[in-house]
T-cell receptor
Framework: DAGVIQSPRHEVTEMGQEVTLRCKPISGHNSLFWYRQTMMRGLELLIYFNNNVPIDDSGMPEDRFSAKMPNASFSTLKIQPSEPRDSAVYFC????????????FGPGTRLTVT | SQQGEEDPQALSIQEGENATMNCSYKTSINNLQWYRQNSGRGLVHLILIRSNEREKHSGRLRVTLDTSKKSSSLLITASRAADTASYFCATLSTLGRLYFGRGTQLTVWP
């Protein structure tokens, strides 16, 4: 298995632009998680899905952030409009109950908003 | 908060020494997991200990769990420079969500 795949790996954009981050979870995993990591705030859970359904989005900072999971093999995290304070590394992770919910992380997307 | 809290925040040792990191949490858990993150990379699962287990080994890693004190420790024996990374504990809630701490930054000097 290729593991969790994220794209792009790096994104540099100007304030006000729309940003879309993509994630392909490991095949067979039924839970998907979006995290944000910064030096100041550490690793924050933004939202997670079980069987493509959002379960807990209480970590989404504000209405500028939205996430979708149209099928079991794809998810997006969108920021519109982006702001400099959104600069961070965004990780996607997937897991399944059959593995005691051990999470497999993707390589992350480093987002810089200027 | 259900988050695990690691202690110390940073640890610096020489190669060959043992490294011990601690984690405390506040609520009941199903299991506790330790992850490692190398600079610029995603987190990688190291070891899992279930709530009914007290100790677990994997290679140079030893994890203990004390549910009465709501604490866990990760011991890395005979450390190597390549062990330099951040180490996170994570507790699993009954809903299948993991709660991560802020991590311990371990530096192993050659």
């Amino acid at each position: 298995d290729a593991g969790v795949i994220q794209s792009p790996r790096h994104e540099v954009t100007e304030m006000g632009q729309e940003v879309t981050l993509r994630c392909k979870p490991i095949s067979g995993h039924n839970s998907l998680f979006w995290y944000r990591q910064t030096m100041m705030r550490g690793l924050e859970l933004l939202i997670y899905f079980n069987n493509n359904v959002p379960i807990d989005d209480s970590g989404m900072p504000e209405d500028r952030f939205s996430a979708k999971m149209p099928n079991a093999s794809f998810s997006t995290l969108k920021i519109q409009p982006s702001e400099p304070r959104d600069s961070a590394v965004y990780f996607c992770a997937s897991s399944s109950p059959g593995h005691s919910y051990e999470q497999y992380f993707g390589p992350g997307t480093r987002l810089t908003v200027t | 908060s259900q988050q695990g809290e690691e202690d110390p925040q940073a640890l610096s040792i020489q190669e060959g020494e043992n490294a011990t990191m601690n984690c405390s949490y506040k609520t009941s858990i199903n299991n506790l997991q330790w992850y490692r993150q190398n600079s610029g990379r995603g987190l990688v699962h190291l070891i899992l200990i279930r709530s009914n287990e007290r100790e677990k080994h994997s290679g140079r890693l030893r994890v203990t769990l004390d549910t009465s004190k709501k604490s866990s420790s990760l011991l890395i024996t005979a450390s190597r420079a390549a062990d330099t990374a951040s180490y996170f504990c994570a507790t699993l809630s009954t809903l299948g969500r993991l709660y991560f701490g802020r991590g311990t930054q371990l530096t192993v000097w050659p």
